[in-house]
């Protein structure tokens, strides 16, 4: 059986940080490439970042450019999300989500993920 598991999120000032981890039991993180997607209160799921198996490839929203890392550990078998300078609106729930191969045009698109998290609560306060 496979599950994603998220971590890493909580309670933060504007401008503050957290680091959110995806591991993952029953696959190899390694053989898959991994998108963090968010859901604000009230709002449909959105595209964060997205990293390619090794890591060769890497997208970000445009509204986390400059403020969020992604990254792997091959070691680890884990996926991390590096958020600074946070803000009101980055407050959701994040999800990691595994695909069979990169998709540099489409990344954003749900429909083309096979495993998700069941994720993990971020918050930012003004």
């Known amino acids: 059986q496979v599950q994603l598991v998220e971590s890493g999120g909580g309670l933060v000032d504007r401008g503050g940080s957290l680091r959110l981890s995806c591991k993952a039991s029953?696959?190899?993180?390694?053989?898959?490439?991994i998108t963090w997607f968010r859901q604000a209160p009230g709002k449909g799921r959105e595209a964060v970042s997205s990293?390619?198996?090794?890591?060769?490839?890497?997208d970000y929203a445009d509204s986390v450019k400059s403020r969020f890392t992604i990254s792997r550990e091959s070691a680890e078998q884990a996926v991390y999300l590096q958020m600074n300078n946070l803000r009101p609106e980055d407050t959701g729930v994040y999800y990691c989500?595994?695909?069979?191969?990169?998709?540099?045009?489409?990344?954003?698109?749900?429909?083309?993920?096979?495993?998700w998290g069941q994720g993990t609560q971020v918050t930012v306060s003004s």
């Open positions: 029953g696959i190899d993180l390694n053989y898959y490439s």
């Open positions: 989500a595994t695909a069979d191969r990169y998709f540099p045009a489409t990344w954003t698109r749900e429909d083309q993920y096979n495993y």
């Open positions: 990293i390619g198996i090794n890591g060769r490839f890497i």
